[in-house]
């Protein structure tokens, strides 16, 4: 009996040792800083109304070719065309499908893989009605009580803009950066890039380049965003999740309801309805396990004891982050039924009933495996899935984040804001980006402007801002980065 005990007592011993040493090496990898600091003053006032100005050209997308109206665009080129005379002027400009541009800056050793920077000049509207709403007036373009405010100052001029800033300064001071440096403006990425970011990834790829580094919208410097977190933490998007809506179907017989079957085919849909949402798709739960490890010792130990030893966590990790939307957004291809349809009258048996699901899809599945998962689960045969719209779009590729890109990029980002933690995380919305899959080796989406809850509800909403200091932040992060292209 006591050598029993003292068995049970030596394995607790040890199995509390482990999961504590595991907890203590649960940090991200450890690096030096090097490079230099970055110590160019800015105007943050004028940064500031060069982006206010910006938002004054209500570039909204449409996502009909005929309702499409360029001419806000149009002005807006001119526009930054005046504002950023050395960049128009020294860099190869390629004008893509209607209105994207595409800038090429010749860089020192022309053998070295080239980098790009991209953003989209287009905007979302303004849902109508809602005006009213808005503290400033959303294409005004104003600078108040520390922001900049209006449709756009968030996604996505503020990385236009940014990058723009930081490329007409070292312009004027004579720099020429080690690699060739693409500059990618798309027009249409709230409608698909299909003419924009999709044609410009085509004409790169007919060209034969092969990028070492590219770098998109999607993440934000988030403050008080993560729980248990205190510091700011840069989330630096390796990848990005895929997109697909499918329509399931099922046909009746019609006819009068008074003498109905025991299912119609709107029993059917909801049957099926139903089955979805009782079998989510299964967890994948690497992709938090790697950002929480980012996140060291910031975070409350026991969460950090729970992600270190996920081995033996997992069924907890798996309940608590599936029990909140947006964690359970990083953990698996998730699943929204978002329409229903049936018969057109209360009497009527429906001749044909329908719902389409949207799923948003984690790296590791596809679009075919998504239906395939589907089909099993629904395990009815007289149900027709299909895609709806005829649009799927596959997870983009994921980035090493071991890799360079990774870690200079990381390296700026800390030395222009110190105190500032970077991690890699999943982008759960869609990006440019994956547009590039085959021309970009490493494709990270990361834009160092500061987003609390309040100014996240703004993007795509009502009053859309950004601080005067981190948008100054932003450019300052660009332009350093684009110092270190080298090392990328
Ligand atoms: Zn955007």
Redesign the pocket.
């Known amino acids: 009996m006591k050598r029993v005990l003292l068995g049970v007592v030596a394995a607790t011993v040890v199995l509390v040792g482990v999961l504590l040493l595991r907890t203590f090496q649960f940090g991200p990898p450890t690096e030096e800083l090097s490079g230099e600091a970055v110590a160019a003053h800015w105007d943050e006032e004028e940064l500031a109304a060069g982006l206010a100005r910006a938002i004054s050209f209500p570039t909204v997308s449409s996502a009909g070719v005929d309702t499409f109206d360029y001419a806000p665009f149009y002005a807006f080129q001119t526009y930054l065309q005046g504002r950023f005379p050395l960049v128009f002027s020294r860099l190869a400009l390629e004008k893509v499908g209607p209105a994207s541009l595409l800038f090429r800056w010749q860089g020192q050793d022309t053998s070295a893989k080239p980098i790009l920077l991209l953003a989209?000049q287009d905007v979302v509207p303004v849902i109508p009605g809602t005006e009213p709403e808005w503290t400033y007036p959303p294409f005004a373009g104003t600078v108040a009580d520390g922001y900049i405010w209006g449709r756009g100052a968030v996604?996505?001029k503020a990385s236009v803009l940014g990058i723009l800033e930081a490329v007409e300064r070292h312009l004027h001071e004579g720099f020429v950066p080690p690699r060739t440096v693409y500059l990618a403006f798309g027009h249409d990425?709230?409608v698909g890039g299909k003419r924009g970011a999709v044609a410009i990834a085509r004409l790169l790829k007919e060209q034969g380049v092969q990028l070492a580094f590219l770098l998109d919208?999607g993440g934000v410097i988030a403050k008080g965003m993560v729980p248990g977190v205190e510091q700011r933490v840069a989330l630096i998007g390796p990848g990005e999740k895929g997109y697909v809506s499918l329509k399931l179907s099922a046909r009746g017989l019609g006819g009068h309801s008074s003498m109905p079957p025991p299912q119609t085919a709107a029993g059917a849909i909801a049957r099926a309805v139903h089955r979805l949402e009782q079998n989510p798709f299964p967890v994948d739960l690497a992709y938090t396990v790697d950002f929480m490890r980012y996140l060291g010792d910031a975070q409350p130990f026991a969460q950090r004891l729970l992600f270190a030893n996920d081995w033996l966590f997992s069924p907890i990790l798996k309940n608590v982050l599936a029990a909140d939307p947006s964690t359970n957004a990083g953990i698996r291809t998730t699943t929204a039924v978002t329409m229903l349809s049936g018969s057109v009258r209360d009497n009527v048996l429906p001749i044909t009933a329908s719902a389409v699901v949207n799923f948003r899809i984690l790296p590791g599945d596809t679009v075919a495996s998504v239906v395939e998962y589907v089909e099993s689960v629904i395990d009815d045969p007289d149900i027709d899935v299909s895609l709806y719209d005829d649009f799927g779009s596959n997870p983009s590729s994921v980035a090493d984040t071991s890799s360079k890109g990774f870690q200079v990029l990381s390296e700026v980002i800390r030395r222009v804001s110190p105190q500032t933690l970077v991690a890699p995380r999943l982008v759960v919305a869609a990006?440019d980006a994956r547009h590039f899959n085959e021309v970009a080796i490493n494709s990270f989406r990361f834009v160092g402007i500061e987003l609390g809850k309040r100014e996240l509800a703004g993007i795509h909403g009502t009053d859309e801002r950004v601080s005067v200091a981190s948008y100054a932040e932003a450019v300052k992060i660009y332009y350093a980065l684009l110092t270190r292209s080298g090392d990328l």
Do not use: A, V, Y
């Open positions: 989209h996604d996505d990425e709230e919208e990006t």
